[in-house]
T-cell receptor, first 115, second 113 residues
């Protein structure tokens, strides 16, 4: 079946630091890949996505590139802000398995940005 | 107004009680989902529905039931709540096409005492 593995948290960084949150996946077929963000007390919001190999998703200064050869979709941001503090989830969607076209999620990474 | 609305937002109930969580959406999506979020476990799929007549069990359906009353409404029931069902519950919707993203409600925080 499908699975997503992302780095455990919490990840604590200083403001303006460079961010990388690693995500690797196992899936049959050709999945689409997503990063969702959950701010305190809120639901999940789509941050960015990529639907095929070598695609780069980007939004709000965050980027992630779909790497089929390494089955990875690492999230990066060049200069984080306190307002980026949240829980980040890597997820995949594949018609071939896993949640019957629902999303398969990683366990989430809690990011804390200190001023 | 939110596209995906969950009620209630917070609920405390006693062990053995029946409780229903409700979800409604204005996105016009055919597909609806119920997920459960627990610390360190991410989100796990409880039930999903592709249309009003199509309901399916997810990864962790034991102890839960659902009803798809209309395209826009999908409710989750705990017939006899137990403490390990204490969690944050999310409803989500998606379009009926391949590899599309899901849209989430704000969540319902359920505590079973």
């Amino acid at each position: 079946g499908n699975s997503v593995t992302q780095m455990e948290g919490p990840v604590t960084l200083s403001e303006e630091a460079f961010l990388t949150i690693n995500c690797t996946y196992t899936a049959t077929g050709y999945p689409s890949l997503f990063w969702y963000v959950q701010y305190p007390g809120e639901g999940l919001q789509l941050l960015l996505k990529a639907t095929k190999a070598d695609d780069k998703g980007s939004n709000k200064g965050f980027e992630a590139t779909y790497r089929k050869e390494t089955t990875s979709f690492h999230l990066e941001k060049g200069s984080v802000q306190v307002s980026d503090s949240a829980v980040y989830f890597c997820a995949l969607s594949s018609r071939s398995g896993g949640g019957a076209d629902g999303l398969t999620f990683g366990k989430g990474t809690h990011l804390i940005i200190q001023p | 107004d939110a596209d995906v609305t969950q009620t209630p937002r917070n609920r405390i109930t006693k062990t053995g009680k029946r409780i229903m969580l409700e979800c409604s959406q204005t996105k016009g999506h055919d597909r609806m989902y119920w997920y459960r979020q627990d610390p360190g476990l991410g989100l796990r799929l409880i039930y999903y529905s592709f249309d009003v007549k199509d309901i399916n069990k997810g990864e962790i359906s034991d102890g839960y039931s659902v009803s798809r009353q209309a395209q826009a409404k999908f409710s989750l029931s705990l017939e006899s709540a137990i403490p390990n069902q204490t969690a944050l519950y999310f409803c989500a919707t998606s379009e009926a096409r391949k590899n599309t993203e899901a849209f989430f409600g704000q969540g319902t925080r359920l505590t079973v005492v």
